[in-house]
């Protein structure tokens, strides 16, 4: 599952500081929560047992009771932080509350009118999280800058006739996959000069053949920042990468 999400003019919402700040707060949704833009292929997991479909149920339908009962309904920042919560008490693979500072910054700094984010760490029933997903989505109140595309990223990409340009990819699916992605999204023509592309869990469980390319590459200039991995103190790092043009 692929998710754009994309800021527009809608009747009289436009893209005002009230709407930045609700951008900041959907990726504060959707960088802390652990089915968003679930890519269809199975997913490894650091920690959480491999290819365990029930656990993955499990977790996910107690995560969603969750935000249903300590949420408040239409507020993003309340959402996110009951997510994190939840994610501190029940481990979960996500960007987290430390890396996820890292990103907010980045958003905050670029102000991207689309943004799509790759990958997810549940394996178990694209379309069922999918559900899910819009539901939590709805809870925080950003349904309307909210694209949510079930299918893998390779499909998923050649149908996105509406959008012209990405503002900024966010990688965080199944690592082997993280280079073959990458020149997907090479070729797909979206990237312009300024896109970035934001790379999580460089280091655990690691994407080596990624960080080769993508540091070696003429037209990217990265960063990386040294980080942990989410609700824990083990390291872990998150890539920058700007195209150039």
């Given amino acids: 599952m692929t998710l754009t999400y994309r800021v527009l003019v809608q009747g009289s919402r436009s893209f005002t500081s009230s709407t ?33 479909a029930a656990h993955d149920a499990d977790v996910t339908q107690k995560r969603l009771a969750y935000v249903r009962q300590h949420a408040t309904r239409g507020d993003a920042q309340s959402v996110r932080d009951v997510i994190d919560k939840f994610g501190y008490e029940n ?7 430390v890396k996820g500072s890292i990103v907010d910054a980045e958003i905050r700094k670029l102000q991207p009118k689309v943004m799509v984010e790759i990958g997810g ?6 379309v069922r999280f999918g559900n899910l997903l819009r539901e939590v989505v709805d809870i925080a109140g950003l349904s309307d800058v909210v694209k949510i595309i079930v299918g893998p990223f390779q499909e998923s990409i050649e149908k996105w006739s509406e959008v012209d340009h990405v503002d900024v990819f966010f990688i965080d699916h199944r690592k082997d996959l993280y280079l073959p992605d990458l020149k997907l999204i090479e070729k797909s023509g979206l990237l312009q000069q300024g896109s970035v592309i934001i790379a999580d869990n460089v280091i655990t469980p690691g994407a080596p053949d990624y960080l080769e390319y993508i540091r070696a590459h003429p037209k990217f200039q990265s960063v990386f920042h040294e980080t942990k991995l989410e609700y824990s103190d083990e390291r872990d790092g998150i890539e920058v990468s700007t195209f150039l043009g």
């Fill in 20 to 52: 930045r700040r609700s951008w900041s707060n959907l990726w504060g949704l959707t960088g802390h929560s652990s089915i968003l833009l679930q890519d269809a292929r199975h997913v490894r997991r650091h920690q959480v047992p491999s290819n365990d």
């Fill in 91 to 97: 481990w979960m693979m996500n960007v987290g509350d």
């Fill in 121 to 126: 760490y549940c394996g178990y029933s694209a």
